[in-house]
């Protein structure tokens, strides 16, 4: 069993940053993919961005490409997710994932998820 759970979540200014973390307890395997998704009201899930555990493979959804940027601490279990210059269009829950196996972008390839940590962007 792997729990997974968000943090970091909160209310900024357009133009602004913010740091999510995702803390994994119980069963964890150095070669799970990690991931981050957004979902807003009325809308699918949509990816964005994912890692390998060793940070060795990254994606990132085209939205974010160049703004967010993944990371992860092996140490404490933990996944972050450094959102710059974010803007209106950003405001939605944000959850982690993961999967026993290569990156990708689909959620449905996701094993384990957390509650998710509501980001709410001003404009």
């Known amino acids: 069993q792997v729990q997974l759970v968000e943090s970091g979540g909160g209310l900024v200014q357009a133009g602004g940053s913010l740091r999510l973390s995702c803390s994994a307890s119980g069963r964890t395997f150095s070669s799970y993919a990690m991931a981050w998704f957004r979902q807003a009201p009325g809308k699918d899930r949509e990816f964005v961005a994912a890692?390998?555990?060793?940070?060795?493979?990254?994606l990132y959804g085209d939205s974010v490409k160049g703004r967010f940027t993944i990371a992860r601490d092996n140490a404490k279990n933990t996944v972050y997710l450094q959102m710059n210059s974010l803007k209106p269009e950003d405001t939605a829950v944000y959850y982690c994932?993961?999967?026993?196996?290569?990156?990708?972008?689909?959620?449905?390839?996701?094993?384990?998820w957390g509650q998710g940590t509501q980001v709410t962007v001003s404009s």
């Open positions: 994932a993961a999967r026993a196996s290569l990156v990708t972008r689909a959620p449905t390839a996701y094993d384990y």
């Open positions: 890692m390998n555990w060793s940070g060795r493979s990254t």
